[in-house]
């Protein structure tokens, strides 16, 4: 399942903080639905080419950046500047080629060693405080996500030198940036194998030119678009999932394969029956299905399953001496007998029944046991097990 998620620039407050905050919430919900997440938003295109460091030299990335870039950076650090010539110098150092140099001339390919270490030197400086700017916009939240290959960055031609600039200075949405963006959802659109995600803003401004005409969206993929906005809209509803770092959705994506495609299969059942419309009218669709009918559910779960939780608190709450031979049944403690209201009774009738004990309290035990377990099986069929499992993965 893919998921493309579309959001409109958010310069944030000061600079670049938190610029990312309207993509980084939307990516994470949809890490915990989807297989695939692409990311359609022109402050997060600036970011692409900081997503492909792995195989990117950090001196190729400088050459990209332009000098107000650069003075930008230096004024919020205050770093060094960077030697004049900087970038021819830089440009010939990435084509030469140290090892054949040697072979005609040591001393030079010495020379070109020594001076190619200072810029990388300089170079690293720099880049500290480019982490520094891009972990105030967020982009550390995604990082590993996108390092392992689940989300990506649509290219918009956007600078990352755009970035790089103080809130008033920051102008990255030209006309051709804002074309390509529009080009690639229209894209998206049209595309069976997709389903479209919006931010509160590029929802209402697309609903808007379908309304005019501007743009047509089939039935089908509008269905699809609500689909990715239950999905994903239940899983950011969940009471634990705000606190959720990154790294923890990833390994519950893992963890929950099987009750994820049964969820999945749920939201495309309900997605039938949902108006054919994005933004706020398609927001209150889902706002009513998790208030009438999700989160009931999900809390009718974690009241069943309590039913038959696990006896530890036996342990803390009852002394050996009381109950005949315990030594001989402490093994049959380990199975699930239910609630703490049902834990007293089980020990009310092990007690009571004497040198008896032991046969009823086992006999107990053993039944606990097998309600315990027709319950978890119930449970997991169930097409909201997957939300009762993350929120609770989540709650740790």
């Known amino acids: 399942m893919r998921v493309s998620i579309a959001t409109t620039p958010n310069t944030g407050g000061d600079g670049i903080d938190d610029a990312l905050a309207d993509d980084v919430e939307l990516a994470k919900a949809a890490v915990l639905y989807a297989d695939e997440v692409e990311l359609i938003g022109l402050t997060a295109s600036m970011l692409r080419p900081f997503s492909e460091l792995q195989g990117l030299s950090f001196l190729e990335l400088m050459l990209d950046m332009d000098d107000d870039a650069f003075a930008y950076i230096r004024d919020r650090s205050g770093s060094s500047a960077m030697p004049d010539g900087w970038r021819d110098q830089i440009q010939k150092f990435l084509s030469a080629d140290p090892q054949k140099i040697e072979r005609y001339a040591p001393a030079a390919a010495s020379e070109l060693r020594k001076i190619k270490a200072k810029f990388e030197e300089e170079a690293e400086g720099y880049r500290a405080q480019f982490d520094e700017v891009l972990g105030a916009a967020g982009f550390a939240e995604l990082q590993p996500a996108i390092n392992q290959g689940i989300v990506r960055l649509a290219d918009l031609q956007t600078s990352p030198s755009s970035l790089f600039r103080a809130r008033e200075d920051r102008r990255p949405e030209t006309d051709q940036q804002v074309n390509a963006w529009l080009s690639l959802l229209r894209n998206r659109l049209d595309d069976p194998n997709v389903r479209l995600l919006f931010d509160q803003q590029s929802a209402d401004l697309i609903q808007s030119m379908i309304n005019e005409g501007h743009i047509e969206a089939s039935a089908n993929n509008l269905r699809l678009a609500a689909s990715a906005a239950l999905g994903t809209g239940f899983v950011a509803r969940l009471p634990a999932f705000e606190r959720a770092p990154m790294d923890e959705l990833l390994d519950l994506r893992r963890d929950l394969r099987v009750p994820l495609q049964i969820y999945r299969g749920a939201m495309s059942r309900f997605s039938r029956d949902m108006p ?48 005949f031979d315990f030594a001989t049944w402490t093994g049959m403690t380990a199975a699930t007998v239910g609630s703490t209201a049902d834990l007293g009774a089980v020990l009310t009738g092990v007690v009571a029944a004497g040198s008896g004990g032991m046969r009823v309290g086992t006999d107990m035990l053993l039944d606990a046991a097998r309600q315990r377990g027709d319950a978890e099986r119930d449970a997991t069929r169930s097409e909201f097990y997957f939300l009762y499992q993350a929120n609770r993965r989540l709650q740790r």
């Open 276 to 323: 054919r419309v994005i933004g706020r009218d398609l927001e209150f669709e889902v706002q009513h299905l998790w208030e009438s009918e999700v989160n009931p559910a999900v809390i009718r779960l974690e009241e069943e399953l309590a039913q038959h939780g696990l006896v530890r608190e036996l342990f803390r709450s009852v002394r050996a001496a009381n109950i």
